[in-house]
């Protein structure tokens, strides 16, 4: 039996809740998602566990331990026996509660220091890929989200502008542009609302697709009705932060001069 001493362990905070986390160990399709078509998982003691790798090499191996929805264990080699055979290492990966999301914590055990020394790079690689694979799951509203934001600044009635964006922003959010620093959702409400008041007319819109990464959302704006034409008067980027909750936790408007 082979003994394995050397320890690659890393660690990652992905923005999303531990429970949509792990599917992503226990479902084939999310773990074909994150690793590539052709990948596949039988997350139970004794399945079978399958990497295909965009070049065509496959990494198999075995699940040893399952606990959902925190643990998962299984062994690690390569289906051609070179660097590392059938069996040859082992991962450990868990999650856990984190203050932004999930922890995730990744320990490959190995036989020997150049095999592990080879794949950090990999790891450090595949757990980025991983932790935007999951994010991109949680968000694939967010085009809906910035467009509900940019509504509720033209939403007049203060009742359901509040309403509305109890159902997009953080209790705590942020607001931050050249006319706002505000700090909670009664206050960036209430900046709305003033906005509203001595702006009359004016309405922001999203300009063209939003563009997404592990939380951060960019999205263009034109802002209309600030002229007798109604013509575009004002453009810029919002930067919006998405919560492991789906919602707002801070926004930047940035104006273009």
């Known amino acids: 039996m082979t003994v394995l001493t050397e320890l690659l362990d890393r660690t990652i905070v992905i923005r999303a809740k531990p429970d949509l986390v792990f599917r992503y160990f226990t479902d084939s399709a999310r773990w074909a998602a994150w690793w590539g078509q052709g990948s596949s998982i039988d997350a139970r003691r004794g399945g079978a566990m399958k990497i295909r790798y965009p070049d065509g090499t ?21 289906a051609s026996g070179t660097l590392i055979p059938p069996g040859g290492s082992r991962v450990t990966i868990e999650v856990e509660p984190h203050r932004d999301g999930t922890l ?4 490959h055990q190995f036989a020997d220091a150049p095999t592990r020394d080879q794949h950090v790079q990999g790891w450090r690689y595949q757990l980025s890929l991983f932790s935007n694979v999951v994010v991109n799951e949680l968000h694939a509203n967010a085009a809906e989200l910035v467009d509900a934001w940019f ?36 206050e960036l409400h209430a900046q709305i609302g003033g906005a509203i008041r001595f702006m009359r007319g004016v309405r922001l819109h999203r300009a063209g697709t939003v563009r997404h990464c592990q939380g951060t959302v960019l999205s263009d704006w034109t802002a209309t009705g600030m002229g007798p034409d109604g013509q575009a008067q004002a453009t810029g980027t919002n930067v919006f932060v998405l919560g492991a909750d789906g919602l707002i936790t801070s926004a930047v408007g940035i104006w273009n001069r």
Request: no cysteine.
């Open 104 to 107: 995730v914590t990744l320990q």
């Open 58 to 78: 496959e990494a198999v191996g075995e699940v040893v331990d399952v606990e959902p929805p925190s643990r998962i264990v299984f062994t690690y080699g390569y």
């Open 151 to 186: 509504a509720a600044w033209a939403t007049t009635d203060d009742d359901e502008r509040k309403r509305m964006l109890r159902n997009i922003v953080a209790a705590n959010v942020t607001f931050r542009d050249p006319y706002s620093t505000v700090d909670g959702l009664d």
